[in-house]
Structures are given as structure tokens and as C-alpha cells.
């Protein structure tokens, strides 16, 4: 009988493996991922629970919690379950060191959740933090070849000036971490910036833009440092491209310009850009100012350099005036300019006069022109108020100016500008009101009557005064109160207050 052959050993039915995990979408997924790849036994209690691990597992679950107080000495083993215990780790291959499972990656600069990145963003983030390391190793070997006074070249600066640029742009999108343009700018680097000093909990505190903060902080730096320097004046200009208004930084500028004896057309011209960019400031008419003072006793002797002078300011204020033909500042600066480059000039005044034709209701045109007729060193009082009577005003010059206003007047009754023109030529002409008294009557018809007909209401106010001078004391309380009640109810409480003056026995010329 033949030997009977060997049964073949059954060959076990594999385990069905478990579907591939998908690709984490972000990388505290993957973290997970990874911690239960390297914790199988912590990943199946997980799945069915504690109760349902076999005992084989549970064993290798107790051994897999008590490596790390084992390592740590915090379980009180006696040698022998000591050798067993690491027996059974090293035989069943358990890992003594593994990944945290829930491990904290932090925020970035908007306080998102890092672990809310996805793989390619992590590795972006990476990267970058890679080139900021790479940036900041070539940084400092500039930093130490100035230390140590060995020579710069211009390349070795320019390269050190676009790396900066680089790290900053790095930082404020790793951190939010603002460096500004100073900050990157190796000419800056022996200076160190003074921040504004706000108290804490300050009521109002004022949220500069950061590039803004950082330039006036280097300014009080070279202000404290009393530094007037070619560098300082060109953080200045910086300064003012980001607030012309900021009134000390102008001083300052005209300080290093002084200090170091800058030619003033070179800064006028410049100045001129900034004045046609900012048209209402008030900054820059006053540096304008302080560098005529500056410059006009170098070259008062010099006619023809004076004479230029007055020419090229002349057509700037014109420029300025095409573009708002009533900005105060520029008419303050021109009258200042009349007096200091002696432009008391009949061109001056027509000029002034174009300005009242185009539009008759320039109050600044007119006040220009008061102070050209009636402040000209050869035909006025040094020092005469603009309501004082002056005898060396000649008569012809009061005439003239007189039928002027009439003509204007007749223009629009309703501009007040020639009333109170008018109304100061004859002060300064010591000419009572009642000659113009027929002008003024034909714009005021029945006064106080049912048909009363007011073509102006200044008309009415300059024969209040009128009136009151001739001491129709009754006529010009009429006047007061019509405008009070009809012609001017906006102003009601100043003309009672007006009528108030007139009984209590004030001069009609306030």
C-alpha cells in the first residue's frame, strides 16, 4: 500500500485589505494620517473601541501607552518585568518614539490655522522660509564686512538694497511684519528711528500708514540728531509727498537749506510741483515765504536778478490762480510778495482788475486791489490801517477808485464786495457817506411802504450807516429793521444787534 502522501496545508483566506486612505486635503489631516500609519493598534481602538480589542491586542495596546513612562522612569518596574516589558516592545517592533496626534502648527500673520493649509501650501510656505533664512546668512556677511571697514562696492550695495526689499517682502508675508523703504535702504542703517510715543489707552489714537509711520520716525531721528544733511532734505521731500500739511517737517527742510546755503531757485522750482499738487495747503506758501525772506537780501542789489524774480513769481501765482482763482493763500502770499519785491506796478493792478472782470464777485481780487491802491509807500501813510483815514491819498486816486465800485455795483446790486470797497475808499478819502447818498438811494424804493422795492440788500446796511451819520436816527433803525425782517431774515439777530448799537449811540462806521 503506498504511503500516504502528506496533506497540503490549507493556505489561509487573506485579510481583505483596506481601501487606500484618500489624500489628505490639509495638513492636520495628514498629520492624522500619519500618526495612526505608525499607531495601528491606537488606530483600531479607535475604530471598535477598547472593549472589543482581542486580548493579544490589548496587551499591545498596554505595552504601546507605558513606553514613554517606562523611558521617563515614571512606572516603579522591578528589573525582571523591566526586561520583559522591553522584551515584548522589541519583539513585537513597537515604536518608542512617535508622532504627536494632535500636533499644533500654529497660526500665520492672519491667524489662519496652519494646519488648515493644504500640502502645497505648506511647501510654499517652506520654501519661503527657506529663501528668508538664505536672504538673512547674506545679509548679516554685509552687515560684518561694513562692521569691520573693509570697502563696499556700489554693486555689493545695490544687491544689499534689492535683498532687503526682498526679506521685507518676505517678512510681512510670513509674519506681517512691516519694514518699510528707510528700513531697507543700508544709507539709513546708523539711524535709529524714534516711534510716535502714544500713551497707553489713548483716547484717540491716529492709525498712520505704515510706510507714513516709518518716515516721520526717521525724521524725529535726524530732527533730534539736529542732522542737516543731504539725506535729511531728501526725507523731507519724502515726508511731504505723504503729508504736505505736516507743518514741521517744512521748517526743518528750510533749516538744512539754509544751513547748507542751497541755492533757493533750484528749491522754488521744485516747490512749484508741489504747490500745483496740493492747492489749498497753507504749508506750502509759508516755506515759500521764509525762503524770499532768505533769499531777497542776496541779490537786492541786483536789479536785474530782483526784476527776474518778480517776473517768474508773478507768472506762478497767475498758473495758480487759473486754477482757483480765489485761494486765499495765494493771494496772501502775493500781497506779501508786492510789498517785498516793491511791485507796486500799474501791470500789478490790472492784472488784479482782469480777475474782478472775470468774475466780479472775487472778494480776494478785491482786497488785493484795496491794498494796492492805498498801501503804495508813494501815495499812502506808512503804516495807515485799512480804516483809517489817510490825507496823502491823493484825490484823483479816490475818485477813480469810487466810480470803479459804481461800476461794479451796477454789475450785480447784490455783490458785496464793492459796498464794502466803496464803503473803506471813502473812509480812507475822509468822505462822508452822504456823497454817495444818490448812488446808493436809487436801489432802495418806498422804504417801509407797501410798494417798497430792495434791489440790494448792502444797499440798505451802507444807508444804515448812512443815515446814522447824518443823524437820521429813525431813517437808519428802519433800514436795520426791513433787513431783519424782509431782505436778510437769515441774519436777523445781528441786525437787532445792529439796531441795539444805534440806540446806545455807537458811529455808524463800526
Given at each position: 500500500?503506498?504511503?500516504?502522501?502528506?496533506?497540503?496545508?490549507?493556505?489561509?483566506?487573506?485579510?481583505?485589505?483596506?481601501?487606500?486612505?484618500?489624500?489628505?486635503?490639509?495638513?492636520?489631516?495628514r498629520?492624522?494620517?500619519?500618526?495612526?500609519?505608525?499607531?495601528?493598534?491606537?488606530?483600531?481602538?479607535?475604530?471598535?473601541?477598547?472593549?472589543?480589542?482581542?486580548?493579544?491586542?490589548?496587551?499591545?495596546?498596554?505595552?504601546?501607552?507605558?513606553?514613554?513612562?517606562?523611558?521617563?522612569?515614571?512606572?516603579?518596574?522591578?528589573?525582571?518585568?523591566?526586561?520583559?516589558?522591553?522584551?515584548?516592545?522589541?519583539?513585537?517592533?513597537?515604536?518608542?518614539?512617535?508622532?504627536?496626534?494632535?500636533?499644533?502648527?500654529?497660526?500665520?500673520?492672519?491667524?489662519?490655522?496652519?494646519?488648515?493649509?493644504?500640502?502645497?501650501?505648506l511647501?510654499?510656505?517652506?520654501?519661503?522660509?527657506?529663501?528668508?533664512?538664505?536672504?538673512?546668512?547674506q545679509?548679516?556677511?554685509?552687515?560684518?564686512?561694513?562692521?569691520?571697514?573693509?570697502?563696499?562696492?556700489?554693486?555689493?550695495?545695490?544687491?544689499?538694497?534689492?535683498?532687503?526689499?526682498?526679506?521685507?517682502?518676505?517678512?510681512?508675508?510670513?509674519?506681517?511684519?512691516?519694514?518699510?523703504?528707510?528700513?531697507?535702504?543700508?544709507?539709513?542703517?546708523?539711524?535709529?528711528?524714534?516711534?510716535?510715543?502714544?500713551?497707553?489707552?489713548?483716547?484717540?489714537?491716529?492709525?498712520?500708514?505704515?510706510?507714513?509711520?516709518?518716515?516721520?520716525?526717521?525724521?524725529?531721528?535726524?530732527?533730534?540728531?539736529?542732522?542737516?544733511?543731504?539725506?535729511?532734505?531728501?526725507?523731507?521731500?519724502?515726508?511731504?509727498?505723504m503729508?504736505?500739511?505736516?507743518?514741521?517737517?517744512?521748517?526743518?527742510?528750510?533749516?538744512?537749506?539754509?544751513?547748507?546755503?542751497?541755492?533757493?531757485?533750484?528749491?522754488?522750482?521744485?516747490?512749484?510741483?508741489?504747490?500745483?499738487?496740493?492747492?489749498?495747503?497753507?504749508?506750502?506758501?509759508?516755506?515759500?515765504?521764509?525762503?524770499?525772506?532768505?533769499?531777497?537780501?542776496?541779490?537786492?542789489?541786483?536789479?536785474?536778478?530782483?526784476?527776474?524774480?518778480?517776473?517768474?513769481?508773478?507768472?506762478?501765482?497767475?498758473?495758480?490762480?487759473?486754477?482757483?482763482?480765489?485761494?486765499?493763500?495765494?493771494?496772501?502770499?502775493?500781497?506779501?510778495?508786492?510789498?517785498?519785491?516793491?511791485?507796486?506796478?500799474?501791470?500789478?493792478?490790472?492784472?488784479?482788475?482782469?480777475?474782478?472782470?472775470?468774475?466780479?464777485?472775487?472778494?480776494?481780487?478785491?482786497?488785493?486791489?484795496?491794498?494796492?491802491?492805498?498801501?503804495?509807500?508813494t501815495?499812502?501813510?506808512?503804516?495807515?490801517?485799512?480804516?483809517?483815514?489817510?490825507?496823502?491819498?491823493?484825490?484823483?486816486?479816490?475818485?477813480?477808485?469810487?466810480?470803479?465800485?459804481k461800476?461794479?455795483?451796477?454789475?450785480?446790486?447784490?455783490n458785496q464786495?464793492?459796498?464794502?470797497?466803496?464803503?473803506?475808499?471813502?473812509?480812507?478819502?475822509?468822505?462822508?457817506?452822504?456823497?454817495?447818498?444818490?448812488?446808493?438811494?436809487?436801489?432802495?424804493?418806498?422804504?417801509?411802504?407797501?410798494?417798497?422795492?430792495?434791489?440790494?440788500?448792502h444797499?440798505?446796511?451802507?444807508?444804515?450807516?448812512?443815515?446814522?451819520?447824518?443823524?437820521?436816527?429813525?431813517?437808519?433803525?428802519?433800514?436795520?429793521?426791513?433787513?431783519g425782517?424782509?431782505?436778510?431774515?437769515?441774519?436777523?439777530?445781528?441786525?437787532?444787534?445792529?439796531?441795539?448799537?444805534?440806540?446806545?449811540?455807537?458811529?455808524?462806521?463800526?
Amino acid at each position: 500500500m503506498p504511503p500516504k502522501t502528506k496533506a497540503s496545508s490549507k493556505v489561509p483566506n487573506p485579510e481583505p485589505r483596506a481601501a487606500p486612505e484618500s489624500p489628505p486635503d490639509t495638513i492636520a489631516q495628514r498629520s492624522q494620517q500619519r500618526f495612526f500609519q505608525t499607531n495601528p493598534i491606537e488606530n483600531r481602538r479607535q475604530q471598535v473601541g477598547l472593549s472589543a480589542l482581542t486580548p493579544a491586542e490589548k496587551k499591545t495596546y498596554a505595552h504601546v501607552n507605558l513606553i514613554h513612562p517606562a523611558v521617563n522612569r515614571r512606572v516603579p518596574f522591578s528589573n525582571k518585568t523591566e526586561r520583559e516589558f522591553w522584551k515584548f516592545v522589541t519583539k513585537e517592533g513597537l515604536p518608542i518614539r512617535r508622532l504627536p496626534r494632535d500636533y499644533a502648527w500654529g497660526k500665520d500673520r492672519s491667524g489662519r490655522d496652519i494646519g488648515t493649509y493644504s500640502p502645497d501650501e505648506l511647501e510654499q510656505r517652506t520654501l519661503k522660509h527657506a529663501k528668508l533664512t538664505s536672504l538673512q546668512i547674506q545679509h548679516r556677511q554685509f552687515l560684518k564686512k561694513r562692521e569691520k571697514q573693509l570697502e563696499v562696492t556700489t554693486e555689493e550695495i545695490a544687491a544689499e538694497k534689492t535683498r532687503r526689499k526682498a526679506m521685507a517682502a518676505l517678512k510681512r508675508d510670513l509674519y506681517g511684519e512691516i519694514t518699510g523703504s528707510l528700513a531697507q535702504d543700508p544709507e539709513w542703517d546708523d539711524v535709529i528711528p524714534i516711534p510716535q510715543n502714544e500713551p497707553e489707552g489713548a483716547l484717540a489714537q491716529i492709525a498712520y500708514p505704515d510706510d507714513y509711520a516709518e518716515a516721520v520716525s526717521y525724521l524725529r531721528a535726524v530732527m533730534a540728531a539736529d542732522e542737516c544733511s543731504p539725506r535729511s532734505l531728501r526725507l523731507t521731500e519724502h515726508v511731504i509727498s505723504m503729508n504736505p500739511a505736516h507743518y514741521t517737517v517744512w521748517l526743518f527742510r528750510f533749516k538744512i537749506i539754509s544751513v547748507l546755503k542751497l541755492s533757493i531757485p533750484d528749491e522754488i522750482t521744485w516747490l512749484n510741483e508741489v504747490a500745483l499738487s496740493n492747492l489749498k495747503n497753507y504749508q506750502i506758501w509759508n516755506h515759500r515765504q521764509l525762503l524770499m525772506d532768505h533769499y531777497y537780501p542776496l541779490i537786492e542789489e541786483d536789479t536785474a536778478t530782483v526784476r527776474q524774480l518778480a517776473r517768474s513769481e508773478t507768472q506762478f501765482i497767475t498758473k495758480m490762480l487759473e486754477s482757483d482763482a480765489k485761494n486765499y493763500h495765494v493771494w496772501s502770499y502775493r500781497q506779501y510778495l508786492v510789498s517785498k519785491l516793491y511791485m507796486w506796478t500799474m501791470s500789478e493792478l490790472l492784472s488784479t482788475q482782469n480777475h474782478i472782470e472775470e468774475d466780479v464777485r472775487n472778494n480776494s481780487a478785491w482786497s488785493h486791489r484795496f491794498y494796492l491802491v492805498f498801501s503804495d509807500p508813494t501815495a499812502s501813510t506808512p503804516g495807515s490801517g485799512p480804516t483809517e483815514a489817510d490825507p496823502r491819498v491823493p484825490a484823483e486816486t479816490i475818485d477813480r477808485e469810487i466810480n470803479y465800485s459804481k461800476e461794479k455795483i451796477d454789475l450785480a446790486p447784490q455783490n458785496q464786495s464793492p459796498w464794502n470797497y466803496v464803503f473803506a475808499v471813502l473812509t480812507k478819502g475822509s468822505r462822508p457817506l452822504s456823497s454817495f447818498k444818490e448812488f446808493a438811494e436809487k436801489f432802495v424804493t418806498a422804504l417801509g411802504e407797501e410798494a417798497e422795492e430792495v434791489r440790494s440788500s448792502h444797499a440798505l446796511d451802507f444807508l444804515a450807516k448812512l443815515y446814522d451819520e447824518e443823524g437820521d436816527k429813525e431813517k437808519a433803525e428802519l433800514c436795520l429793521r426791513r433787513l431783519g425782517e424782509k431782505w436778510d431774515p437769515v441774519r436777523e439777530g445781528y441786525w437787532k444787534y445792529r439796531v441795539t448799537l444805534l440806540k446806545s449811540g455807537q458811529s455808524a462806521k463800526e
